[in-house]
């Protein structure tokens, strides 16, 4: 193993890219704010493609490190909308997780192999998306459970 892999093995997680407009465009940086990778400036890639290509570092190295997945999540049997967070009451410390509870019916299930998280809403919004969606009574009765 190269001292470069004992470096990025030692990389505190979980790792972020910059935006494309932010002039650094392609760097990675660990929880500390270090940069880990930076693609090589003789490559000439546009920002955009070095921007996608440190984001897709970014997602494959947090997933396999345990990193949970921010998702808006809705329980498949109810549709009560479910939202992760610590439970001190109840000894839950809302460790990285695969499987999720139900707080209004009890279900349980997983809504994908690799670790989530429920949020209320996603942190960034595409030009095309139509706006979120919090509260079930906004949906059109025909959405509505």
């Given amino acids: 193993m190269s001292a ?43 920002d955009e493609i070095a ?20 998702l808006v999540l809705f329980c498949p049997a109810c549709g009560t909308q479910h939202v992760d967070g610590p439970a ?8 990285s997780h695969r499987s999720h509870l139900c707080h209004a019916c009890g279900h349980v299930w997983r809504p994908a192999d690799v670790p989530t998280n429920g ?9 095309a998306d139509s706006p979120i969606v919090l509260d079930a009574a906004m949906l059109p009765p025909e959405r509505a459970r």
């Fill in 119 to 127: 949020v209320r809403a996603v942190k960034t919004r595409g030009q």
């Fill in 88 to 95: 001190p009451d109840k000894g839950w410390t809302n460790p």
């Fill in 4 to 46: 470069a892999a004992v470096l990025l093995d030692e990389a505190p997680l979980p790792w972020t890219a910059s935006a494309d407009d932010s002039g650094e465009a392609g760097v990675v940086r660990d929880a500390t704010g270090h940069a880990v990778l930076v693609t090589d400036p003789d490559t000439e890639l546009p």
């Fill in 51 to 70: 921007g996608e290509l440190a984001r897709a570092i970014v997602a494959i190295v947090n997933t396999a490190g345990g990193v949970p997945i921010d």
